[in-house]
Nanobody, 125 residues
Framework: QVQLVESGGGLVQAGGSLRLSCAAS????????MGWFRQAPGKGREFVAA??????????ADSVKGRFVISISRDNAKNTVYLQMNSLKPEDTAVYYC????????????????WGQGTQVTVSS
């Protein structure tokens, strides 16, 4: 089992940047593929980005590719995964959730094994 704690959210002006972090407990962090999802008010949870257990492959939702510069990375020595977001827009306002996946990278929230509690990102215009 793994426990996930996100941090780094907050209020930022449009065009600004944020770096989200997700710290994982447990010795098996490096066994998990990791992802980030987000949920805006009144909407379902949607996939944002994912990274394989080794960090060798990354995946991004079409909705964020090209809209703002986004990068997912991980440090297995620190049991942490990161999400760097630049050029943020008000429509990126959402609660961002860290996800851990044993069965492989998934874009389907129902297939995620473990969730963090979420961190709020608010982008003002």
């Amino acid at each position: 089992q793994v426990q996930l704690v996100e941090s780094g959210g907050g209020l930022v002006q449009a065009g600004g940047s944020l770096r989200l972090s997700c710290a994982a407990s447990g010795r098996t962090f490096s066994s998990y593929d990791m992802g980030w999802f987000r949920q805006a008010p009144g909407k379902g949870r949607e996939f944002v980005a994912a990274i394989t257990w080794s960090g060798g492959r990354t995946y991004y939702a079409d909705s964020v590719k090209g809209r703002f510069v986004i990068s997912i990375s991980r440090d297995n020595a620190k049991n942490t995964v990161y999400l760097q977001m630049n050029s943020l827009k008000p429509e990126d306002t959402a609660v961002y959730y860290c996800a851990a996946e044993l069965g492989g990278v998934t874009v389907v929230p129902a297939r995620v094994d473990y969730w963090g509690q979420g961190t709020q990102v608010t982008v003002s215009s």
